[in-house]
């Protein structure tokens, strides 16, 4: 296992394993703080034969690390809550986050005014952490984060208000109703909407709680001081939890939710009760289980074949299912295909997260602040505003929804571009609270 | 399910009044804020409880996550963490709680004692309408005045906090 | 079992909770807090009497007194960030300017 690239090894198996990635790049190596005392994270000290098992080795290794406070006189109680507030908030969210038709924790009456509220609440994860570190620095990026946080929340908020338009109700299930009944999916509706949410996202989840230098989730080449202990593990963890918050509830208000593409195109095989569209998830997966066979097939050491006969098993077991539930009676089928509709859309929206994240460089927290309150928060806005002038028209003159939409989606680009030249980009002046 | 009900309403406002209890005697003026978004977050539960679904996300939104963050992030921004206990700030104390007591005595003795004559009929059972196409319902038809007006209220109070707290150079 | 005497009592010790923080403590932002949380209680109130009757109006009312002390909240912290830049303290007792 040793010639194979670290990337594809400890990435995928410790996201496999639930656990934060180390580093998405390649490894540490080792020999790295002997100065500072604490052993280091990510060397390799399992034997060679155990070696598969390195990851959650070193996971196990992370979370007992002797803790670390990030000064002397320390709030520990604000701090060590911190994280646990971010975690909280990610995982309280999935409790409304519809998964199938009848696949879902609980359905609030007001399913995304909880979402969002407490998303808000996540400022005092941010706020708290850089505070209660009780460093003359830290209150300045306390506050910076507070200032980011907001705007980009806010700006979430209002994209998702403008597909709220098009449905009645704010509780989740209604929402994948309506786009059901409407035969669209509210991407294409409000495709400006969508875009900031996507920015938003981005944005609020590439920052974590902690900014103390040298505590960034993808840091190659750290310094003495380096703070791996179960808290950042904690704040790490909440970071990837809140991204796939936000594909969770993407999905369920711009992509769809469960349904499948063209959900309201119904044409059924001759003779079977099977719909066209519906074979498609099996087919496609079963395509991936051939092409993992055949790529075993093609490999040249019995490690690497292992894992790809490996794959192609549950590749082809996820295939049988999709396609053994064809036949099974209504409510199965449209729950397991939800849940594979669901999974695959989160995971684009993830991979298509993950990989903006992985490259473009951090922005710094002066144009990015700016990007949201000047940019972003006008543009929702004014998006909100052009979508519901574009229902009202579509009520009145009857002309299509669809035409009306883009009007409306063009108005507000062309808002964007106005706000983008008008807006200027040099930093803020400096204050006392600030730096 | 009544029992349920009971459990949790219990719950719910042992947490909200330890919480408000711990809040006002914190010398740490964030510690108090903390201690205040339980206090909201218990009171969230209470309308939960009462199947106010749109009470409980505007507390969690507008209450929890803008009030209590403006305070958090004020006392913050004014290295206000802990306050010192001055000389003659304890005169009083005992007037005042007392005062406090005398107030509970009477509202609890109109509650408890006098419910006869306030004539209150028991809580109904029936499951409430969709709450928030009720609120909203009755903020824009018949309260949409008030609605306006709040609108202008919130406006001018963000521009005069601008201008008020502004640095004047 | 729970009856409207059960919330109204809530919302009493609430009440007199925010009260007793409002006299007691010299700190502005902590008495500000103290209104937030009296204004709280009468908010319990009003949801369990609106919904005792059935109607709608408590919750809307609810609304308002929601967002009059967001808007106060605001506008007080406006007030006491300049004084505390002055003067150099929050304290209740030594903002007596307007005293004989």
Same mark, same amino acid.
Request: contains cysteine; neutral net charge.
């Given at each position: 296992?040793?010639?194979?690239?670290?990337?594809?090894?400890?990435?995928?198996?410790?996201?496999?394993?639930?656990?934060?990635?180390?580093?998405?790049?390649?490894?540490?190596?080792?020999?790295?703080?002997?100065?500072?005392?604490?052993?280091?994270?990510?060397?390799?000290?399992?034997?060679?034969?155990?070696?598969?098992?390195?990851?959650?080795?070193?996971?196990?290794?992370?979370?007992?690390?002797?803790?670390?406070?990030?000064?002397?006189?320390?709030?520990?109680?604000?701090?060590?809550?911190?994280?646990?507030?971010?975690?909280?908030?990610?995982?309280?969210?999935?409790?409304?986050?519809?998964?199938?038709?009848?696949?879902?924790?609980?359905?609030?009456?007001?399913?995304?005014?909880?979402?969002?509220?407490?998303?808000?609440?996540?400022?005092?994860?941010?706020?708290?952490?850089?505070?209660?570190?009780?460093?003359?620095?830290?209150?300045?990026?306390?506050?910076?984060?507070?200032?980011?946080?907001?705007?980009?929340?806010?700006?979430?908020?209002?994209?998702?208000?403008?597909?709220?338009?098009?449905?009645?109700?704010?509780?989740?299930?209604?929402?994948?109703?309506?786009?059901?009944?409407?035969?669209?999916?509210?991407?294409?509706?409000?495709?400006?909407?969508?875009?900031?949410?996507?920015?938003?996202?981005?944005?609020?989840?590439?920052?974590?709680?902690?900014?103390?230098?040298?505590?960034?989730?993808?840091?190659?080449?750290?310094?003495?001081?380096?703070?791996?202990?179960?808290?950042?593990?904690?704040?790490?963890?909440?970071?990837?939890?809140?991204?796939?918050?936000?594909?969770?509830?993407?999905?369920?208000?711009?992509?769809?939710?469960?349904?499948?593409?063209?959900?309201?195109?119904?044409?059924?095989?001759?003779?079977?009760?099977?719909?066209?569209?519906?074979?498609?998830?099996?087919?496609?997966?079963?395509?991936?289980?051939?092409?993992?066979?055949?790529?075993?097939?093609?490999?040249?050491?019995?490690?690497?074949?292992?894992?790809?006969?490996?794959?192609?098993?549950?590749?082809?077991?996820?295939?049988?299912?999709?396609?053994?539930?064809?036949?099974?009676?209504?409510?199965?089928?449209?729950?397991?295909?939800?849940?594979?509709?669901?999974?695959?859309?989160?995971?684009?929206?993830?991979?298509?997260?993950?990989?903006?994240?992985?490259?473009?460089?951090?922005?710094?927290?002066?144009?990015?602040?700016?990007?949201?309150?000047?940019?972003?928060?006008?543009?929702?806005?004014?998006?909100?505003?052009?979508?519901?002038?574009?229902?009202?028209?579509?009520?009145?003159?009857?002309?299509?929804?669809?035409?009306?939409?883009?009007?409306?989606?063009?108005?507000?680009?062309?808002?964007?571009?106005?706000?983008?030249?008008?807006?200027?980009?040099?930093?803020?002046?400096?204050?006392?609270?600030?730096? | 399910?009544?029992?349920?009900?009971?459990?949790?309403?219990?719950?719910?406002?042992? #947490?909200? @009044?330890?919480?408000? $209890?711990?809040?006002?005697? /914190?010398?740490?003026? !964030?510690? %108090?804020?903390?201690? &205040? +978004?339980?206090?909201?977050?218990?009171?969230?539960?209470?309308?939960?409880?009462?199947?106010?679904?749109?009470?409980?996300?505007?507390?969690?939104?507008?209450?929890?996550?803008?009030?209590?963050?403006?305070?958090?992030?004020?006392?913050?921004?004014?290295? #206000?963490? @802990?306050?010192?206990? $001055?000389?003659?700030?304890? /005169?009083?104390?005992? !007037?005042? %709680?007392?005062?406090? &007591? +005398?107030?509970?005595?009477?509202?609890?003795?109109?509650?408890?004692?006098?419910?006869?004559?306030?004539?209150?009929?028991?809580?109904?059972?029936?499951?409430?309408?969709?709450?928030?196409?009720?609120?909203?319902?009755?903020?824009?038809?018949?309260?949409?005045?008030?609605?306006?007006?709040?609108?202008?209220?919130?406006?001018?109070?963000?521009?005069?906090?601008?201008?008020?707290?502004?640095?004047?150079? | 079992?729970?009856?409207?005497?059960?919330?109204?009592?809530?919302?009493?010790?609430?009440?007199?909770?925010?009260?007793?923080?409002?006299?007691?403590?010299?700190?502005?932002?902590?008495?500000?807090?103290?209104?937030?949380?009296?204004?709280?209680?009468?908010?319990?109130?009003?949801?369990?009497?609106?919904?005792?009757?059935?109607?709608?109006?408590?919750?809307?009312?609810?609304?308002?007194?929601?967002?009059?002390?967001?808007?106060?909240?605001?506008?007080?912290?406006?007030?006491?960030?300049?004084?505390?830049?002055?003067?150099?303290?929050?304290?209740?007792?030594?903002?007596?300017?307007?005293?004989?």
């Amino acid at each position: 296992m040793n010639d194979n690239p670290p990337a594809n090894d400890q990435a995928t198996e410790s996201l496999a394993h639930g656990t934060p990635p180390d580093s998405v790049g390649p490894e540490l190596p080792p020999q790295m703080d002997q100065e500072c005392g604490i052993p280091p994270v990510n060397e390799k000290f399992l034997h060679p034969r155990l070696r598969v098992l390195q990851p959650m080795a070193n996971t196990v290794k992370l979370l007992i690390q002797p803790v670390q406070w990030p000064a002397d006189g320390t709030n520990r109680i604000m701090v060590s809550i911190a994280p646990w507030c971010a975690l909280t908030i990610a995982l309280l969210a999935y409790l409304i986050v519809p998964i199938g038709p009848a696949f879902q924790t609980t359905d609030l009456n007001v399913g995304l005014l909880f979402i969002l509220g407490i998303s808000f609440l996540g400022i005092y994860s941010v706020v708290l952490e850089n505070w209660a570190a009780n460093q003359r620095d830290f209150l300045g990026a306390a506050l910076r984060s507070a200032t980011h946080f907001l705007s980009y929340e806010s700006a979430s908020a209002l994209a998702l208000v403008s597909a709220l338009l098009l449905t009645g109700s704010l509780s989740m299930n209604e929402i994948v109703q309506a786009q059901l009944d409407q035969g669209q999916w509210f991407l294409f509706y409000v495709p400006v909407g969508f875009a900031i949410f996507f920015v938003a996202s981005i944005a609020l989840t590439n920052r974590t709680a902690i900014v103390m230098p040298g505590s960034d989730a993808e840091i190659i080449d750290r310094g003495e001081k380096a703070p791996l202990h179960f808290r950042w593990a904690l704040d790490s963890l909440a970071d990837y939890a809140k991204i796939f918050v936000a594909a969770g509830v993407a999905t369920t208000v711009f992509l769809g939710g469960w349904l499948r593409p063209l959900a309201s195109y119904r044409d059924r095989f001759p003779g079977t009760p099977v719909q066209l569209l519906d074979a498609v998830p099996g087919a496609l997966v079963g395509a991936i289980a051939i092409y993992c066979f055949r790529s075993a097939q093609k490999q040249q050491e019995q490690s690497r074949k292992r894992v790809m006969i490996w794959a192609c098993t549950i590749w082809g077991s996820v295939a049988l299912v999709l396609l053994a539930t064809l036949f099974a009676p209504e409510a199965v089928m449209s729950g397991v295909h939800g849940a594979f509709w669901f999974v695959v859309k989160v995971s684009a929206y993830v991979y298509a997260c993950l990989w903006v994240r992985i490259t473009f460089p951090e922005y710094r927290s002066d144009p990015s602040t700016n990007l949201g309150w000047r940019i972003l928060v006008p543009m929702a806005v004014v998006n909100l505003i052009a979508t519901a002038l574009a229902i009202m028209c579509t009520q009145y003159t009857g002309l299509p929804m669809r035409l009306t939409t883009i009007l409306a989606a063009v108005a507000t680009l062309a808002a964007a571009i106005w706000l983008s030249i008008i807006s200027p980009v040099e930093p803020l002046s400096r204050t006392a609270g600030g730096q | 399910m009544s029992v349920l009900h009971t459990i949790l309403f219990y719950f719910f406002s042992a #947490l909200a @009044v330890a919480s408000a $209890l711990v809040m006002i005697t /914190r010398r740490n003026v !964030a510690h %108090a804020g903390i201690f &205040l +978004v339980t206090t909201l977050l218990a009171t969230g539960g209470i309308f939960l409880l009462l199947q106010a679904e749109f009470a409980f996300a505007l507390q969690i939104f507008l209450f929890a996550g803008g009030a209590v963050v403006l305070f958090v992030l004020a006392s913050s921004l004014a290295r #206000l963490e @802990v306050t010192r206990r $001055l000389p003659g700030s304890q /005169r009083g104390r005992l !007037a005042a %709680a007392a005062l406090g &007591l +005398v107030l509970a005595a009477q509202i609890g003795f109109a509650i408890v004692v006098g419910h006869t004559s306030l004539r209150l009929p028991a809580m109904q059972s029936a499951r409430a309408p969709k709450n928030t196409e009720a609120v909203g319902d009755a903020l824009l038809r018949q309260f949409i005045v008030p609605f306006e007006i709040a609108s202008v209220l919130l406006l001018v109070s963000m521009i005069g906090a601008v201008v008020l707290a502004r640095r004047r150079a | 079992m729970l009856s409207i005497e059960h919330y109204l009592i809530l919302s009493l010790v609430l009440f007199v909770i925010g009260v007793a923080g409002l006299m007691l403590r010299r700190n502005v932002l902590v008495m500000l807090m103290s209104i937030e949380l009296m204004l709280n209680a009468v908010n319990i109130n009003l949801v369990a009497f609106s919904r005792l009757h059935g109607s709608a109006d408590g919750q809307v009312f609810s609304v308002f007194i929601v967002v009059v002390a967001a808007a106060e909240a605001v506008v007080a912290v406006a007030i006491t960030l300049p004084f505390l830049r002055n003067r150099g303290t929050v304290n209740a007792d030594d903002l007596d300017l307007l005293k004989w």
